[in-house]
């Protein structure tokens, strides 16, 4: 079964073709970022005007990179929520288009469900075959930090979360305060190898007492760092900020922050499989921490998966309908996510 998947919650227009939630026929993303870096944000009426011009191309290349024309097409399915929500509008409405078009059905899909199926894709022939229910989830991506017990692919029990900043909004902040670019992830994560992680100590928050014992905060860190960078900016030479120190000292909080967090998920479940989604699963430093943990079983879908992607999105797709799901076209979008539980320990 070929299923279309459509994701537009943010600034990347992509679109892909998957057969059978596994295998990746075509994978295409456009990302927005050159347009939003300017603002060193997000700019949602941006974002959706260019979902807007882009959404035909993205979906015909797709069809183009698969060698498939439309007709091969058994099923679509898009990001409904959350998002931003003119931005989830444009592949939404797209996609129950082409599903009333074609008489084929339509499957609304969660982002963050999404990001968490990412692992199941085939990569280049690579396959986490013995995947099972339950697993630890860790989601982290610019919008959302969430670790979570997945019960089935559309079943998850919130354990913890952050009470302030996302992990990648705490990425972007600092690369922002060191002017080094949008999305800031990846500059911070390249900036960190030629530092050294051990020249400042910067405080790990204190909440994991009762309810809290799995959620984070990044707000205390980040203003710790930029507190420090700006005591150097003061003495008034730029060249002897030690950027790359303060990137690795910044990254190795930031990441034990989220560890600590997932370790007491560990410790209160008993489950030992951690499954890895979202733009900050791609952070290096992150992944070889958990590979260290060789009692763990840590899978984390390749780096060009982690990151918003059309793949996971018609990946989910095919599971609802091969449990005879499909979602009816009066569907909408929302911003928000609704009907996850928060499970306290
Ligand atoms: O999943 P994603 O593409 O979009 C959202 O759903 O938010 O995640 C984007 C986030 C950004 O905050 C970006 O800075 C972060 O993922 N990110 C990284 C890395 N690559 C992307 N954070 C840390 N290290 C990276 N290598
Ligand atoms: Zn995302």
Known sequence: ??????????????????????????NVIATQIPFHAEYNGVVPEIASRKHTEWIYNIVNEAFVQAHLSVSDIDGVAATANPGLLGSLLVGLTFAKTFAWARRIPFIACNHILAHLYAAQLCNNHLC??????????????????????????????????????????????????????????????????????????????NLHKGGHRCDVSYSGLKTAVINQTEQFRKKGTPGIIPLPDLAASFQKTAVEILLRALFNAVEDSGIKTVVAGGGVAANSYLRERLAEKKELNCIFPPPELCGDNGAMVAGIGFKYLERGEQSPLCVTASARVKGFKRKYP
């Open 128 to 205: 986490n075959d013995n995947l099972k229910y339950p697993f630890l989830g860790l989601l982290v991506s610019g919008g959302h930090t969430i670790i979570c017990r997945a019960l089935d692919f559309d079943n998850i029990e919130i354990l913890g979360t952050t009470i302030d900043d996302a992990a990648g909004e705490a990425f972007d902040k600092v690369s922002k305060h060191f002017q080094m670019g949008y999305p800031g992830g990846k500059y911070i994560d390249g900036l960190a190898k030629s530092g050294d992680s051990d020249v400042f100590s910067f405080p790990l928050p």
């Open 1 to 26: 079964m070929k299923i279309l998947g459509i994701e537009t919650s943010c600034d990347e227009c992509a679109a892909a073709i998957v057969e059978d939630g596994r295998t990746i026929l075509s």
